[in-house]
């Protein structure tokens, strides 16, 4: 009963940490605000996460899980390259959407003053990211035996710079642009420049 309580607890610190990063943008949080936010002392929240900066890394992890284990399901369950690659795109914009604070994390804007390490990972989370756009570009044309206007490498760059100035967007309207919206019509700009062949 008391290992549920603890999870429970992580989970709430998690929570208050990600509405918090919604709420103050462009402030930094302190662990006396997050004690206060969360309803208990700033000894209760290093019991369950020895520092900050492993609360963030808590937030990253939910991301790359989430992200991942999401785009696995995708891969596993569409075929067709286009498909895959407006889904994948679809999801990274509307978990985006769902989740302001922790946008936050995700271009880094939270993250100034923080431990670099935190930085780097979330870098080698849209280098993943990109990897894995590369991956299904390429398999576009051995599995399907469709050609690309360019390399794979240059594509799946361009579509990770399209999501992150989709979600810079989101961060510096406040919130009231979001990610997905107009998503359709910027996709078949896209699937028209790269994905007719």
């Known amino acids: 009963m008391a290992i549920a309580k603890k999870i429970n607890r992580r989970a709430q610190i998690l929570q208050a940490l990600a509405s918090m990063l919604q709420t103050n943008p462009g402030q930094r949080i302190t662990t006396a605000k997050l004690a206060a936010h969360v309803g208990v002392s700033e000894a209760a929240l290093y019991r369950h996460f020895p520092s900050k900066a492993r609360m963030f890394e808590g937030l990253i992890e939910f991301i790359e899980e989430t992200l991942f284990s999401r785009i696995n399901k995708i891969i596993n369950e569409e075929k067709d390259s286009t498909t895959r690659c407006q889904l994948i795109l679809r999801l990274i914009l509307g978990f985006a959407e769902k989740n302001p604070g922790i946008t936050r994390i995700l271009n880094g804007d939270a993250l100034m003053g923080e431990q670099d390490r935190l930085r780097e990972r979330i ?33 799946a760059n361009f579509l990770i710079c399209y999501v992150d100035g989709r979600i810079n967007l989101f961060i510096r309207s406040k919130f009231t642009r979001r990610p997905t919206e107009g998503f359709n019509d910027q996709w078949q700009l896209i699937s028209t420049q790269f994905f007719l062949n």
Do not use: D, H, N, Y
């Not at 280098?127 to 894995?132: G, K, M, N, S």
């Not at 590369?134 to 490498?153: D, F, I, M, N, T």
């Open 123 to 155: 870098a080698q989370l849209f280098e993943r990211l990109e990897t894995q756009l590369k991956q299904v570009l390429r398999e576009r044309k051995l599995r399907e035996g469709k050609s690309l206007p360019a390399e794979e490498a240059i594509i």
